[in-house]
Each structure stands twice: as structure tokens, then as C-alpha cells.
């Protein structure tokens, strides 16, 4: 992440578009506040990894010392007119120790303090939609945050737990164009659910996100080749949108 500033400075500035930086520590916040306030994000999303040995790997420490570090950096965004998004990582299994206890995302989740909004990640993909619902369970019982889904395909349940997600009352679905992405500490993994894929679910089950489904698959298709890929994650740029691409 060494040139995110850079990345923060270059982006075009949409109307009606709120922007969102990730931030795993209080460092990270620090060189967000050294920008002028026209090139900082509108949001950060902190990351506490749900697994002691996945957060050790991913950030030094353990979970809970995660958690301690987050309560100081989300009061001080705040002072600066920053919402806070606190992901659990992990949520849904680990790559290390295997399962994971909805009662551990509650503990989590419990411990936070103030949160603008809980996003709950399935950060390698091995996540079903009976664990949605229980997990959304489970943060309710402490928390009345707006929730955020993170849904990787990596088993091909990304969008069974999305449109399970929308239908729990999440607010916001992680997705990236192309369903480019992927997770280091997760063999094998795809990457995120991708946007124009899930635009279409959620359009034809009545939820329209405002997404223009072609020119976001055409997009996709695009940051695929840029990549090298021959072909993106994503089903749209193959199968086409419905019922717009039918033949005359």
C-alpha cells in the first residue's frame, strides 16, 4: 500500500460517491490525515482478523490487541468527520484453525464500541448462507450498526450469501469489477464477488443498485487485460445481460 496516497490523490472525485479507505492500524490513519482534506476518503474500514493465528499473520498481533488498537483509531476519525467501518475478518472460517464460532464474531463485534457500520467478511471463500443468517444473528444481539457483507466465490457461494445477506437487511454488498481479487493467505482463492454479476442478481430480484451492468462488465473485461488475465471471474461478459442482449 505504499503509494495509497498517491491512488487517493489521482482518483476522480464522483458526485454522490462516498469513498472508502482500508486501514489496519493507527499509522494508517496518520497518513490519511496528512493529506488535504479533498484527496481523504469519506470512510475507513479497519480490519480485526476473527482468528487469533490469521490476525498474527495478517497484522502482528492477536485479535483482541486488534480490537484495542481500533477503538482509539475510529474515535479519532471521527474528530475529523471520518465514519468508521469496523470488518471482522475471517468471520465465516479460517484458513489456519478452521472453523469459526458465531459466539467469537459476537465477542468481537461486542468489544468494538461505536461502529458507523460492521461489515462481516468471508475473507477465503468458504463461507453458506445458513452462516448469514446465523452470524447476523448473533451481531444483533450487540450491535445495531448498519451491516456490510464481504462474500469472496472462491466455492461458488459468494452470491447464495449475498442475495441471503440483502434479504437479512445488510446495506452494502462488497463487490469489484470483474470479480477480480483474492486473499494471500487463502490457496487457490478467487477473488471478490464480482459487480456486474451481482448488479444482475439483485436487478432481477428486484433490488436495483443503479449499476449500468454493460459497461461495468465491458469495465471488467478491461482491468482483466490489464492484468494479463484471458478471462475475468465474472459470468456477465460472457453470458450477457438479460433481457437487453436478446436478438431482434
Not at 456490510?148 to 452494502?172: C, M
Not at 436495483?208 to 459497461?215: D, F, L, R, Y
Amino acid at each position: 500500500m505504499a503509494d495509497a496516497e498517491d491512488v487517493l490523490k489521482g482518483v476522480p472525485r464522483g458526485e454522490g460517491i462516498r469513498y472508502i479507505a482500508l486501514v489496519l492500524n493507527g499509522r494508517g490513519l496518520d497518513r490519511i490525515l496528512a493529506l488535504d482534506e479533498a484527496a481523504r476518503p469519506h470512510e475507513i474500514n479497519y480490519v480485526v482478523v476473527a482468528t487469533d493465528e490469521f490476525s498474527r499473520r495478517n497484522q502482528g498481533m492477536t485479535t483482541m490487541a486488534a480490537l484495542d488498537a481500533f477503538r482509539p483509531v475510529a474515535a479519532r476519525a471521527r474528530t475529523h468527520h471520518i465514519k468508521v467501518t469496523l470488518t471482522v475478518a475471517a468471520s465465516f472460517g479460517c484458513p489456519f484453525t478452521g472453523e469459526v464460532k458465531a459466539d467469537r464474531v459476537r465477542e468481537i463485534v461486542a468489544g468494538a464500541g461505536e461502529l458507523d457500520e460492521l461489515c462481516l467478511a468471508d475473507t477465503i471463500g468458504v463461507g453458506v448462507p445458513a452462516q448469514v443468517t446465523e452470524l447476523t444473528a448473533a451481531v444483533r444481539e450487540v450491535s445495531d450498526a448498519p451491516l456490510r457483507a464481504h462474500f469472496h466465490n472462491t466455492r461458488n457461494t459468494g452470491y447464495a450469501n449475498a442475495i441471503t445477506a440483502a434479504a437479512h437487511g445488510f446495506v452494502a454488498l462488497d463487490a469489484s469489477l470483474g470479480g477480480i481479487g483474492g486473499c494471500p493467505f487463502a490457496p487457490a482463492a478467487t477473488g471478490n464477488i464480482a459487480t456486474e454479476d451481482l448488479a444482475y442478481l439483485l436487478g432481477r430480484s428486484g433490488l436495483p443498485t443503479g449499476v449500468a451492468i454493460p459497461q461495468a462488465s465491458e469495465t471488467g473485461a478491461w482491468i482483466g487485460r490489464g492484468l494479463g488475465l484471458d478471462q475475468v471471474p465474472a459470468q456477465l461478459g460472457r453470458a450477457g445481460d438479460f433481457p437487453g442482449d436478446l436478438a431482434v
